[in-house]
């Protein structure tokens, strides 16, 4: 199940690379140099999410749209009820998240980590801080969680 999620993170970054690539070349035009136009189309991608068109059930038959945001290697993933309960850790660096949940004045993002550790039922499934998302204002693009 881990090889599946990792497969679909790839290649949706891979398109939405693809994607960056046209758009900033086309903006950079014939004013940037090559080096310039990558470091701008790294700098894009680091900073966007995005919305796919895919779906994910979670084990308690929660269905998600995927939004794909780039986060820092290592990063813990929390029980979404249990305060620094830590069920997982996300290796990938562009990961899918299902919704978003504030707490304690921050914005939590719900994903499957790579890595489910500790013995919680959770099986990897839980909350990435917002610290831990390299991507600019991902709460604006990704829906707010339903409590429940």
Same mark, same amino acid.
């Given at each position: ?8 993170s790839?290649?949706? *970054?891979? %398109?939405?690379?693809? =994607?960056?690539? @046209?758009?900033? $070349?086309?903006? &950079?035009g014939?004013t *940037?140099? %090559?080096a310039?136009? =990558?470091?701008? @189309?790294?700098a $894009?991608?680091? &900073? ?7 779906y994910?059930?979670?084990?308690w ?29 996300m290796y ?9 949940s ?16 500790g ?30």
């Amino acid at each position: 199940m881990r090889t599946s999620r990792r497969l679909i993170s790839g290649l949706v *970054g891979i %398109a939405a690379l693809a =994607a960056g690539v @046209t758009t900033s $070349a086309g903006a &950079a035009g014939a004013t *940037g140099t %090559a080096a310039d136009e =990558a470091a701008s @189309t790294k700098a $894009a991608i680091t &900073a966007s999410c995005v919305k796919s068109n895919e779906y994910i059930t979670d084990p308690w038959g929660s269905t998600y749209r995927l939004t794909y945001c780039d986060n820092v290697y290592g990063a813990s993933v929390f029980h979404p009820r249990v305060t620094n309960q830590r069920v997982g850790i996300m290796y990938s660096t562009r990961s899918w998240f299902g919704c978003k949940s504030a707490r304690a004045g921050s914005w939590r993002y719900y994903t499957w980590a790579d890595e489910a550790i500790g013995t919680s039922d959770q099986n990897g499934w839980g909350m990435m801080p917002g610290s831990q998302m390299r991507s600019s204002n991902p709460h604006l693009i990704i829906p707010t969680c339903e409590e429940g």
